[in-house]
Every structure is written in structure tokens, then in C-alpha cells.
Nanobody, 124 residues
Framework: QVQLVESGGGLVQAGGSLRLSCVASGRTFSRYAMGWVRQAPGKEREFVAR????????NYADSVKGRFTISRDNAKNTMYLQMNSLKPEDTAVYYCAADRAPITTATATQWDYWGQGTQVTVSS
């Protein structure tokens, strides 16, 4: 099995930045694609970003494109989400996710493994 642990969430003013991290443990020798999914109160989960195992293919939701950057360091079994120019509508619990396939389709639900989530709150 694979365990994912997110960190780096917090409270920030609109226009500010945060950097989320996700550390994987377990069968991390596998070539997992990874991504970020968020869920705001009263709303369904929303796809944010994904990255292939090699890091060569990335994809972002239109709502975050140009502001967020996803990256990974396979040697450290860690994935990152750099969030700049944050807006109040970015407020949500952010979940780290992984898939056993090296490349995945952008999705809010169809991942094999999930972290516990980290809260991001952006004040106006």
C-alpha cells in the first residue's frame, strides 16, 4: 500500500502564496502519477493539477492555470504545489493523490490513493 501525507496549508491573505508538500511512503518504488484535488465546504471535489511519474507531463484546472505550479522529486518521494496569487475561491481542503499508472487523465475522483488533506484558507 501507499500512504500520502500533506503539509503546508494555512491562512493567507488574497494575493499571497503557499507551498504544499506531499510525502509518499510504502511502495514508492512504483512509477505513480500524482496530483492535487481540492474540496470546498458544501461543494464536490475539484481537480487542481496532475503530474506524470517522470514529471514531463503536467495539467492544470483552468481556474488555477498560471498561478499554481506542480512539481515532484522522486528521489525524496515528495510532490509539491506552489500556489501564487491566491484568491478567496481557492479556500478548500487540498488532497494529495496518486495513481499506479505513470500517466493519468485529469480527474477529481479516480485516483488509487489519497492523503488526509490540508486546509488552505484565503482571506479577502
Amino acid at each position: 500500500q501507499v500512504q500520502l501525507v500533506e503539509s503546508g496549508g494555512g491562512l493567507v491573505q488574497a494575493g499571497g502564496s503557499l507551498r504544499l508538500s506531499c510525502v509518499a511512503s510504502g511502495r514508492t518504488f512504483s512509477r505513480y502519477a500524482m496530483g492535487w484535488v481540492r474540496q470546498a465546504p458544501g461543494k464536490e471535489r475539484e481537480f487542481v493539477a496532475r503530474i506524470s511519474w517522470s514529471g514531463g507531463v503536467t495539467n492544470y484546472a483552468d481556474s488555477v492555470k498560471g498561478r499554481f505550479t506542480i512539481s515532484r522529486d522522486n528521489a525524496k518521494n515528495t510532490m509539491y504545489l506552489q500556489m501564487n496569487s491566491l484568491k478567496p475561491e481557492d479556500t478548500a481542503v487540498y488532497y494529495c493523490a496518486a495513481d499506479r499508472a505513470p500517466i493519468t487523465t485529469a480527474t477529481a475522483t479516480q485516483w488509487d490513493y489519497w492523503g488526509q488533506g490540508t486546509q488552505v484558507t484565503v482571506s479577502s
